[in-house]
T-cell receptor, first 116, second 114 residues
Framework: AQTVTQSQPEMSVQEAETVTLSCTYD???????LFWYKQPPSRQMILVIR??????QNATENRFSVNFQKAAKSFSLKISDSQLGDTAMYFC?????????????FGKGITLSVRP | NAGVTQTPKFRVLKTGQSMTLLCAQD?????MYWYRQDPGMGLRLIHY???????AKGEVPDGYNVSRLKKQNFLLGLESAAPSQTSVYFC?????????????FGPGTRLTVL
């Protein structure tokens, strides 16, 4: 079974600064997907970024980028130029795309606060 | 497109009462999922469906039943609600393949069982 660990329950960052959110996972699979989801106070789950394990290049989406270390099973999210709207809970998630039960396994989440 | 919608958005039940949560998607997705979110626990899979007429258990299925009579709808039922089922419930859906394997989430239903 896969597990996803987010060991930091809370983080805080000054507006316009850079922050990195950590995530580690455990799996015996070689092909899988990793995701970061954002959950603002509205409760809506929003996909921030995804990484396919077979791709060595780290994914980037505007101010959001990941540091994917496959051998270390680490998948951190870097948010550059933090904005007040980035205040939210962030979840790291793992998915094995093979088979019908291609569910998402989530970490416990981290609450990020961006200070003005 | 409305995407994934959930009905109702909020509900308060008394212990022992029953209710059904409705999830609807208009993206023609094959797969649909029900998750629950509890403080400090992340999201956990309750049940899922890979197509019309098929359902399967997830991590925490006890106390819940599901049905998928139509491709676009996935219903989650609580036959006899318990306080331990107080949670936020999310429905999600995705294509069987492609689209980056992204799951699209509904807005959630906050359920309180007294």
């Amino acid at each position: 079974a896969q597990t996803v660990t987010q060991s930091q329950p809370e983080m805080s960052v000054q507006e316009a600064e850079t922050v990195t959110l950590s995530c580690t996972y455990d799996t015996s699979e070689n092909n899988y997907y990793l995701f970061w989801y954002k959950q603002p106070p509205s409760r809506q789950m929003i996909l921030v970024i995804r990484q396919e394990a077979y791709k060595q290049q780290n994914a980037t989406e505007n101010r959001f980028s990941v540091n994917f270390q496959k051998a270390a099973k680490s998948f951190s999210l870097k948010i550059s130029d933090s904005q007040l709207g980035d205040t939210a809970m962030y979840f790291c998630a793992f998915m094995n795309p093979r088979g019908a039960n291609s569910k998402l396994t989530f970490g416990k989440g981290i609450t990020l606060s961006v200070r003005p | 497109n409305a995407g994934v919608t959930q009905t109702p958005k909020f509900r308060v039940l008394k212990t022992g009462q029953s209710m059904t949560l409705l999830c609807a998607q208009d993206m023609n997705h094959e797969y649909m999922y029900w998750y629950r979110q509890d403080p400090g626990m992340g999201l956990r899979l309750i049940h899922y469906s890979v197509g019309e007429g098929t359902t399967a258990k997830g991590e925490v299925p006890d106390g819940y039943n599901v049905s998928r009579l139509k491709k676009q709808n996935f219903l989650l039922g609580l036959e006899s609600a318990a306080p331990s089922q107080t949670s936020v419930y999310f429905c999600a859906s995705r294509y069987a393949s492609g689209s980056g394997n992204e799951q699209f989430f509904g807005p959630g239903t906050r359920l309180t069982v007294l």
